[in-house]
């Protein structure tokens, strides 16, 4: 079956549908990595975004639902240059085209994914549909409701849209209680704090310092997440009680960007963001840079980051945008890229152990 890619700028790109059929509106961006298809498509941080892996053949080991990131595919969408169909691997228990039909995802292969990457990278990320449902490019174009829906849309309410509606509690017997707050966290974040023996309570995004003083928390733990970061108002607002709480906090992506905010600093859309497994990042402290992996597409601004306060970290070494900012009069540190890399490198897990030290210091 024929599908269509159109995007706001009125360019159109034909190919196969896979997955489901029908017609999802997004954010159209690209991921560099060459594995790790399944944790990306599971990953929170896609949510309302339509995901163009610039790898040329995926889905050549299938899916095993073990490598998921979270209960449920987030994108609203997946574009491939070619989509393998007859997968090979010992853990394979079903094909991405079955992975995508199920979950009720379009997909779309036998696009020209290099030239499409190269678009986003000079004009910037922008949105686009994917449909099934049209007989030819032209008559998706003259589809004026459509167009008009492509151009007017906004990933909006995405904390809340991925967050978990009641707490949840893992590893009782852990020594030190860990407050996950879920801004759409991944399952690999979880699993880095049971693995340090960390007993973990994974929190609603917009849960309050007087809840985590009521648990009692020895530290907290900020994810990952989709969408705008000042768009989390009450969030931010929350973070500033939490913070003031003086107990050892780490964030990472979203995370980070919410407690710069929270503590007066800003952040920025980048022109098409980070989003891959090759992310060099170089830490200051240690004087060394880390290939890490990223999926953001906000940075915090260097120069609103008050000195008095807080230090910048870890920068990119490709854009020199922050990617890590420590503070000084409260235990706190933030990172852009994450840590705790699946998939990608895991070079950069230090920094759970950093903040289980932390927590230990304080009892």
Same mark, same amino acid.
């Given at each position: 079956?024929?599908?269509?890619?159109?995007?706001a700028n009125?360019?159109?790109?034909?190919?196969e &549908?896979?997955?489901?059929?029908?017609?999802?509106v997004?954010e159209?961006?690209?991921?560099?990595g060459?594995v790790?298809?399944e944790e990306?498509? /599971?990953?929170?941080s896609?949510?309302?975004?339509?995901?163009?892996?610039?790898?040329?053949?995926?889905g050549?080991?299938?899916?095993?639902g073990?490598?998921?990131?979270?209960n449920?595919?987030?994108a609203f969408?997946?574009?491939?240059?070619?989509?393998c169909?007859?997968?090979?691997n010992?853990r394979?228990k079903?094909?991405?085209?079955?992975?995508l039909?199920?979950?009720?995802?379009?997909?779309?292969?036998?696009?020209?994914?290099?030239?499409?990457t190269?678009?986003?990278?000079?004009?910037?990320?922008?949105n686009g549909?994917?449909?099934?449902?049209?007989?030819?490019a032209?008559?998706?174009?003259a589809?004026?409701?459509?167009?008009e829906?492509i151009?007017?849309?906004?990933?909006?309410?995405a904390?809340d849209s991925?967050?978990?509606?009641k707490?949840?509690?893992?590893?009782e017997q852990?020594k030190?209680h860990?407050a996950?707050?879920?801004?759409g966290?991944?399952?690999?974040i979880l699993?880095?704090?049971?693995q340090r023996? @960390?007993?973990?309570?994974?929190v609603?995004?917009?849960?309050?310092?007087?809840?985590?003083?009521?648990l009692n928390v020895?530290?907290v733990?900020?994810?990952?997440?989709?969408?705008?970061?000042?768009e &989390?108002v009450?969030?931010?607002?929350?973070?500033?009680?939490?913070?003031?709480? &003086?107990?050892?906090?780490?964030?990472i @992506?979203l995370?980070?960007?919410?407690?710069?905010?929270?503590?007066?600093?800003?952040t920025?859309?980048?022109?098409?963001?980070?989003?891959?497994?090759?992310q060099p990042?170089?830490?200051?402290? %240690?004087?060394?840079?880390?290939?890490?992996?990223? &999926?953001?597409?906000?940075?915090v601004?260097?120069? /609103?980051v008050?000195?008095?306060i807080?230090?910048?970290?870890h920068v990119?070494?490709?854009d020199?945008?922050?990617?890590?900012?420590?503070? %000084?009069?409260?235990p @706190?540190?933030?990172v852009q890229?994450h840590?705790e890399? @699946?998939?990608?490198?895991?070079?950069t897990?230090?920094?759970?152990d950093?903040?289980?030290s932390?927590?230990?210091g304080?009892?």
């Open positions: 079956m024929k599908a269509y890619l159109v995007l009125g360019m159109v790109f034909e190919g &549908n896979f997955g489901a059929a029908g017609t999802s997004g159209v961006v690209f991921n560099t060459m790790g298809y990306t498509l /599971t990953d929170p896609y949510y309302g975004q339509i995901i163009t892996q610039t790898y040329p053949l995926v050549n080991y299938g899916v095993n073990e490598d998921a990131e979270s449920r595919i987030h969408g997946y574009i491939v240059r070619e989509v169909d007859a997968p090979s010992f394979c079903k094909t991405l085209d079955a992975f039909k199920e979950q009720n995802i379009i997909g779309l292969a036998g696009v020209d994914t290099r030239r499409l190269r678009l986003i990278r000079e004009s910037g990320v922008m549909a994917l449909t099934t449902e049209y007989d030819s032209d008559a998706v174009l589809d004026a409701a459509l167009m829906r151009r007017s849309y906004a990933v909006t309410d904390v991925v967050t978990v509606d707490e949840e509690s893992y590893n852990g030190y860990v996950l707050m879920d801004f966290y991944k399952r690999n699993r880095s704090l049971l023996d @960390c007993k973990v309570t994974l609603p995004g917009r849960t309050t310092a007087a809840r985590l003083k009521e020895d530290g733990m900020l994810s990952n997440g989709p969408g705008d970061p000042a &989390n009450q969030i931010i607002e929350n973070l500033k009680d939490i913070l003031a709480m &003086n107990k050892p906090v780490f964030g @992506c995370g980070h960007q919410l407690t710069a905010l929270a503590m007066g600093a800003k920025a859309k980048l022109k098409y963001g980070h989003r891959g497994v090759n990042v170089t830490d200051f402290a %240690k004087n060394r840079t880390f290939i890490t992996s990223q &999926n953001h597409g906000y940075a601004v260097a120069d /609103t008050d000195t008095s807080a230090e910048v970290s990119n070494a490709n020199g945008t922050v990617e890590g900012v420590r503070y %000084k009069n409260m @706190c540190f933030t890229f840590p890399a @699946c998939g990608g490198p895991r070079d897990g230090y920094l759970f950093e903040f289980v932390m927590m230990k304080g009892h």
